[in-house]
């Protein structure tokens, strides 16, 4: 007799697809997943990505001190370096490599966020960079970037989906806002893809589309956000992420900088301004009851945040 497999719960997904898919499929939302970050150093390098292509990079443009240094300003102050190329590259090295520095303060608010772009001959000259300047806001190192730029994640080598979702993506932001879209190295969450990290507001994004790229630049240019989309604020923790972007859904509050995290308190709220009132947030956390199984990721059985209380604060 020949042994027939049982069918597989309705909730799981194959292994055909991608964890980008799989994560879509089984309802796993994006917010509270903004990888931390609260400073950047961008570089840019048109060639191959291999999956460990950032530290290479890195390795050859500085001696061991500075990537020391460079380790200890991530681990302290959230200094993120990635790898940026344009959008369709040629490998070849540029005559001048493009090179963005930028941040934002805790609260991510506009006095505290800034962008500003340099050129270097060589590589090596990265190490004559000061990265404290960058990673404590100091600034002052290259000409001032003014409107939003974006980085998509397409970093194949890494996972599957960055490439497969993000370069489609990375084509129509850069047909909505040309000259200022970046392919990226690793953002974190892939299975969120396509990526989309704002700068310099340090807005997240994730399960963007080519339907929803255009959407997306448009409402950065006006300085509004998309909860529908966000995965979080980078310069705040994760559970800030999820109740800032709570209030933002309850009260239609988009503006960038109308709603911002400030803090817990001692019973445990998220507070969140919001305008020009006060909101806390009580969140819980609890698996989805679904699982599935990604050929990029294998098995999962996501898990995702409660909105267990929401009030108005004095």
């Known amino acids: 007799m020949t042994a027939v497999a049982s069918p597989p719960p309705a909730t799981a997904v194959t292994p055909a697809h991608g964890c980008a898919t799989v994560a879509r499929t089984l309802g796993e939302t994006p917010e509270g997943t903004a990888t931390p970050m609260r400073s950047w150093l961008l570089i840019e390098h048109p060639e191959a990505w291999t999956r460990d292509v950032a530290d290479r990079v890195l390795a050859r443009a500085m001696p061991r001190p500075r990537l020391r240094a460079l380790a200890e300003l991530r681990r302290r102050h959230g200094l993120r370096p990635l790898?940026?190329?344009r959008p369709g590259y040629r490998a070849g090295r540029p005559a001048r490599r493009t090179v963005l520095v930028g941040g934002v303060d805790g609260s991510g608010g506009p006095a505290g966020r800034w962008l500003e772009r340099l050129e270097l001959d060589d590589i090596r000259e990265l190490a004559d960079l000061?990265?404290?300047?960058?990673?404590?806001?100091?600034?002052?190192?290259?000409?001032?970037?003014t409107g939003?730029?974006?980085?998509?994640?397409?970093h194949g080598s890494k996972d599957m989906c960055c490439a497969t979702m993000g370069r489609p993506v990375a084509k129509a932001l850069a047909d909505a806002a040309p000259g200022r879209v970046w392919e990226t190295t690793h953002l974190g969450g892939d299975r969120?893809?396509?990526n989309v990290l704002v700068l310099?507001?340090?807005f997240l994004y994730g399960h963007v589309s080519v339907a929803t790229a255009a959407k997306l630049a448009a409402a950065s240019d006006d300085d509004r956000v998309l909860p529908e989309l966000l995965r979080g604020r980078t310069s705040v923790d994760m559970r800030a992420q999820v109740a800032e972007i709570a209030v933002r859904r309850v009260t239609g509050l988009h503006g960038v900088d109308d709603?911002?995290?400030?803090?817990t308190d001692e019973t445990g709220l998220v507070v969140?301004?919001?305008?020009?009132t006060r909101m806390?947030?009580?969140?819980g956390r609890h698996p989805l009851g679904v699982c599935g199984t990604s050929r990029c990721a294998g098995p999962t059985t996501p898990c995702g945040y409660s909105v267990d209380e929401l009030v108005d604060l004095p």
């Open 259 to 263: 709603v911002e995290p400030l803090g």
């Open 192 to 194: 969120f893809a396509g």
């Open 272 to 276: 969140v301004r919001a305008g020009g």
């Open 148 to 154: 939003a730029l974006f980085g998509v994640c397409t």
């Open 280 to 283: 806390g947030v009580r969140l």
């Open 83 to 85: 790898l940026i190329r």
């Open 130 to 145: 000061d990265l404290a300047a960058v990673a404590t806001g100091t600034g002052g190192l290259g000409t001032p970037v």
């Open 200 to 202: 310099p507001s340090g």
